[in-house]
């Protein structure tokens, strides 16, 4: 079976301050190396809008409707010191979701081994009911409950290699012993949450922080020691991953120093954990990454490796 990419036109008209990191340049560097002939067995597919039914499984619907209100018929509205929204957001947002969400159904269904969904803004930071960190919308997060409520996933595993900690998934699902949610961050670092005696009310949250300076060797020790065991423990139905790329060496918002390879090694050693307990599925979604060379250089490595694994 293939490996799915889902994409859209509108993720490049979510707008951004100039000089700000997020920025539309991240989506086509990712489209650039994609494109590439050894890419070419990916199967395609644009991703459709998703709903407010989706959204309010994480988000409360008055959270949808301030974020569906803050957007500007014309120029920037800034929601907090580093997230804004455009004209364009509302729909790149929601193509997020719903790019998310297809992923869900194509693997559930079992019409493809694996899917990644390169869509932006991001969404580790959303907590159920606060846009920050540049996220709006927690497509992780949305994609682990569509899951559990279409096809009944009793397990999901969330795993997030960001270099930031996603304290917006941790916040969802703090007190769900369904959803075990894994993260290596670099730590002390925005959003200032991710020790590793945050646990959770049901002990299904796992912290596994680096520290700045750290590279391949420290995290992957930190997945093979700390992740990896709980995750096999808990025998997901379902594994999402949270791809950010910005531990990479190269990125400017973080102080790690992981390479291509090591974003493919974990990429790897959680379609391993799928294969074993998850009849392979695999569902991943775009987080942070922000030098575009580095970026797209990881996203080629995870794909890839997503591809022929």
Known sequence: MATLLLHHTSFLDHLTPVGHPERPDRIRAIDRILEHEKFQALEREVAPMGTVVDIARCHPSAYVDMIHNAVPEEGLARLDADTTVSPGSWEAAMRGVGGACRAVDEVMERKVKNAFSASRPPGHHAERDRAMGFCLFNNAAIAA?????????????????DVHHGNGTQDIFWSDPSVMYCSTHQMPLYPGSGSASERGDADTIVNAPLMAGDGG?????????TILPRLATFAPDLVVISAGFDAHARDPLGGLNLVEADFAWATLKLMEIADKHADGRVVSVLEGGYDLEGLARSVAAHVMTLMTA
């Not at 559990?148 to 969330?158: D, H, P, T």
């Not at 992957?220 to 020691?225: D, G, K, P, Q, Y």
């Open 145 to 161: 409950r569509y899951a559990q409520s279409k096809f009944g996933a009793e397990r999901v595993a969330i795993v997030d290699f």
């Open 217 to 225: 060797a420290e995290f992957r020790e930190a997945m093979e020691v």
